[in-house]
T-cell receptor, first 117, second 113 residues
């Protein structure tokens, strides 16, 4: 069975600090996808990134970066120079294969990030 | 292009009442799903559909029905609401493997008293 663990329930940082959100996953499949979603206080879910299991390159998008390490089954998310607008709940998710048509799209419990001014 | 539209945004039901949560998309996405979000549990899949006329159960299907008569619409029915169904419900869609990653509606906050 697949599982996503986000051990950090809540994190508080002061604006301009860097912060890393941890995500550890479990799967028996060799082909899978990993995702991060952001849920701001307004409640909507915003897609941030998708990574497939064959692409271990780290990715940077502005102040956001992602570190995918298959050896440790982790897909961590770092926000550099955090801003108040980054305050949200962040979800890591795992899908074992597209062929399951999203049936096995499993979300972690989420990490609530508060960025204080 | 409205994306994924969910209605209503808020709803209060009494135990035993029935209602339908609406989900409509204008992106011509084949894949649609319903999730519920509960504190500390992330999102859990209720039902999903891979195309018009095809639906299947997810992780927590009990107490919910779905149908998919058109590509655009995927309503979620609660036949006899229970307090355990108090949650935030999200409808989500995606197009295909090349665009694999859910687009979510804005959610429906349901309270059953």
């Amino acid at each position: 069975a697949q599982k996503v663990t986000q051990a950090q329930t809540e994190i508080s940082v002061v604006e301009k600090e860097d912060v890393t959100l941890d995500c550890v996953y479990e799967t028996r499949d060799t082909t899978y996808y990993l995702f991060w979603y952001k849920q701001p206080p307004s409640g909507e879910l915003v897609f941030l990134i998708r990574r497939n299991s064959f692409d271990e390159q780290n990715e940077i998008s502005g102040r956001y970066s992602w570190n995918f390490q298959k050896s440790t089954s982790s897909f961590n998310f770092t926000i550099t120079a955090s801003q108040v607008v980054d305050s949200a709940v962040y979800f890591c998710a795992l899908s074992e294969a597209f062929g399951n048509y999203g049936q096995n799209f499993v979300f972690g419990p989420g990490t609530r990030l508060s960025v204080l001014p | 292009n409205a994306g994924v539209t969910q209605t209503p945004k808020f709803q209060v039901l009494k135990t035993g009442q029935s209602m339908t949560l609406q989900c409509a998309q204008d992106m011509n996405h084949e894949y649609m799903s319903w999730y519920r979000q509960d504190p500390g549990m992330g999102l859990r899949l209720i039902h999903y559909s891979v195309g018009a006329g095809i639906t299947d159960q997810g992780e927590v299907p009990n107490g919910y029905n779905v149908s998919r008569s058109t590509t655009e619409d995927f309503p979620l029915r609660l036949l006899s609401a229970a307090p355990s169904q108090t949650s935030v419900y999200f409808c989500a869609t995606f197009l295909d493997a090349e665009n694999y990653g859910y687009t979510f509606g804005s959610g429906t906050r349901l309270t059953v008293v």
